[in-house]
């Protein structure tokens, strides 16, 4: 365990967790919503501190990740918990569950990467931001050794923690889950959070966003515009991944229609060049085009990837400057 670096104690043995708008107010003995900070005597601790439950080595593209490091790999860690409340959870086993656990500590992470040939290293799975301690902790080291460091993360999180974590943090893939009726309803959250994270995470690390399209949840064209004209009032460049949703955890509606997918896609192309479908097999929906002279840059099967038409950073067919960062076999 590790005593939490946001909090406050109040003078009946409360203590009032300011990590995320949730807010906690956690009497002694009790934990959190996240299930991850207990108060013992007074004092706030991350329980599982330095604890992961999984690791595995991952294409860059699963976090997803187009525009940063396309074709490269990450040590990728999860463990358990979660700030929101998701009915269609995709990964609830990790959210909402529990089981073993074993400790690793960033001097061992290092070792694990540079075994494998890595530079790059995400906290994903579950929702990273309930280990805030151990992330931000381990992003510091790791950025010593000019490691990159990645956030796949619902963004529920508040101002002051995560201006502390964004200097050490290069690129981040932030849910955007509907509207704020939508959150309300099947998060038990709140959007305002959201887009304020992300607005503060676009000004100083790499970012893309991950929209689960969800049948009568979510994907109305009011809900579709008003994430699209927030995202593009910050840059129309922002990579956008509409991700297509399945039965899982407490929600047993049928999968997304394709139909849904590429309308969904039609409405973001309208004013933001980099939208990707995701969790469907459909041609040409996971490419990634110039967004000057529409010619494919990166051409991409599941996994693979494949170049076309870049050299030195460039478009090889207008000369625009392509708008992602790319390794240096590459550049």
């Known amino acids: 365990m590790k005593e939490a670096y946001n909090y406050t104690r109040q003078p009946d043995g409360k203590t009032d967790c300011l990590l995320c708008p949730n807010r906690c107010k956690i009497f002694p003995g009790n934990t959190g919503l996240c299930r991850q900070y207990q108060n013992i005597d007074s004092t706030l601790f991350s329980v599982s501190y330095g604890m992961v439950a999984t690791m595995a080595i991952d294409p860059i593209e699963k976090k997803p990740l187009y525009h940063y490091y396309p074709g490269g790999r990450i040590l990728s860690l999860g463990a358990f918990g979660c700030n929101l409340r998701c009915s269609f959870c995709q990964n609830h086993g990790l959210s909402f569950g529990s089981g073993k656990m074993y400790p690793v500590t960033p001097e061992e992470l290092m070792s694990v990467m540079e075994q494998h040939a890595l530079t790059h290293l995400a906290f994903t799975y579950n929702e990273p931001i309930v280990h805030y301690e151990f992330i931000l902790d381990t ?20 101002e002051s923690p995560l201006e502390r974590l964004l200097p050490y943090t290069d690129a981040l893939n932030i849910d955007w889950k509907g509207p704020s009726s939508f959150y309300q309803s099947y998060c038990f959250g709140l959007l305002e959070p959201v887009r ?26 009011s809900d579709l515009i008003e994430c699209r004209n927030f995202l593009s009032s910050l ?4 990579p956008v991944h509409l991700n297509r ?23 973001f192309l309208q004013s933001m060049p980099y939208v990707y479908i995701g969790n469907a097999d459909l041609p040409n929906a996971q490419n990634t085009y110039c967004h000057h002279c529409h010619s494919i840059l990166i051409k991409r099967v599941n996994y693979d990837i494949y170049y076309t038409n870049i050299l030195d950073g460039k478009c090889q067919v207008c000369g625009e400057k392509v708008n992602m960062i790319l390794r240096d076999s590459v550049c």
């Open 235 to 238: 840059s129309p460049f922002i």
């Open 139 to 158: 992003f510091q080291v790791l950025k010593k050794h000019s490691f990159q460091t990645v956030l796949v993360t619902n963004g529920f999180i508040e």
């Open 196 to 221: 304020e994270a992300i607005r503060m995470a676009q000004k100083k690390s790499h970012i893309e966003i991950t929209y689960l399209l969800i049948p009568d949840g979510n994907d109305k064209e």
């Open 245 to 267: 949703y399945f039965p899982h955890y407490q929600m047993t509606r049928p999968p997304t229609p394709v139909s849904t997918l590429l309308q969904a896609r039609a409405i």
